[in-house]
């Protein structure tokens, strides 16, 4: 059968409704073994993990941290138990904005995993999962899966992930209600395990007024420069609308904004909004505000960013004086 004939056919019997596919579900729907099998040599589908496959012209035009979430909501279908999702696969299916943290799934058990099987693409963790660690949640695969707390979700990732990935997820999980003192009162209970020190270093860095990963890597690089302290969010009236700064030295007249357009998270704004914006700023500078612009890949040359932030700063204070 010809490259043509199979994307036909799969296309026909491709379930209705579903993005992923199981192969229980391809079989029911006439996709047996052998055209599944050249369905995939010929790529009119990829098989995303071992049964489960999306159709190659939906999975091309994914971003990669969609793909991520489609691993993982390909795990959910096809897992064997009843796994708890914790580490950053709970932090995605809690919504949390993860960035740089790997494709693999994570898993923690309480007990030695065993009879579980070894697979590439799947972190094992054994870990204590204490009364109110856990809960259930709607995944976006449908099913209801167990997954632990937002708190321990993110003392987990503290725990075990980089730190500025670790305090994006906590920046964001404080604004979806987390509580700090719960978090700081689990780590306070694992004096002396793995990671400890790293965990209590990213609680004492949260701050739930960065609104974006963008943001929170900003304030990364800003909180150990030699510089005033600026005010997140700081609401300023111009022409009797009130705006709000990511980053404010209001002595200075100096606002740094972060602009994350759409590489690492599904945001661009629109046409309109990039205009509002505009008008924004042109007023704010009529007012004598001056502003640095960040975008993510200043994040990647932090150094040469720190520069540009001193100058700017430098410029400003001979401005006010």
């Known amino acids: 059968m ?13 379930p209705s409704g579903v993005v992923i596919a199981t192969t229980a579900q391809l079989d029911d729907a006439g996709c047996g073994d052998r055209l599944l ?11 995303i993990r071992r049964g489960a496959y999306v159709r190659t012209e939906v999975w091309d035009a994914l971003k ?3 793909q991520s979430s489609f691993l993982l909501m390909a795990h959910i279908l096809t897992a064997s138990g009843n796994p708890v999702y914790s580490h950053f696969s709970a932090a995605r299916l809690h919504g949390l904005d993860v960035w740089n943290c790997g494709d693999e799934v994570h ?5 030695t995993p065993s009879g579980m099987g070894v697979a590439a693409d799947v972190v094992h963790h054994h870990l204590p999962l204490p009364q109110g660690s856990c809960g259930r949640i709607t995944s976006a695969a449908g099913p209801r899966v167990r997954v632990t707390s937002l708190e321990r979700t993110v003392v987990d990732c503290a725990r075990y992930g980089g730190f500025a990935q670790a305090v994006a997820i906590g920046d964001h999980a404080l ?7 719960v978090m700081t009162d689990m780590v306070s209970r694992l004096t002396g395990q793995r ?3 790293r965990a ?11 609104e974006s990963v963008g943001e929170s890597r900003t304030r990364l690089v800003l909180v150990v420069m030699d510089i005033p302290e600026p005010v997140l969010q700081l609401r300023i009236v111009a022409n009797g609308t009130e705006y709000r700064a ?10 740094l904004e972060f602009d994350g357009q759409g590489k690492y998270f599904d945001f661009r704004p629109t046409a309109e909004a990039l205009l509002a914006e505009r008008r924004r700023e042109t007023l704010l500078m009529e007012q004598g505000w001056r502003f640095i612009r960040v975008v993510w890949d200043d994040l990647a040359r932090p150094e040469a960013l720190r520069q540009r932030i001193y100058r700017a700063i430098s410029d400003a204070r001979r401005a006010a004086a």
């Open 2 to 14: 010809d490259l043509q004939k199979i994307g036909v056919r799969v296309a026909q019997l491709w």
């Open 37 to 47: 099998k050249a369905a995939v040599d010929m790529r009119v589908l990829v098989r």
């Open 64 to 66: 990669p941290w969609e």
């Open 107 to 111: 898993v923690t058990s309480a007990a």
């Open 175 to 181: 604004r979806r209600g987390a509580n700090l003192e």
């Open 195 to 197: 990671g400890v020190k």
């Open 200 to 210: 209590r270093r990213v609680l004492a860095a949260l701050n739930d007024a960065s």
């Open 246 to 255: 990511d980053f404010a030295w209001p002595e200075l007249k100096l606002i």
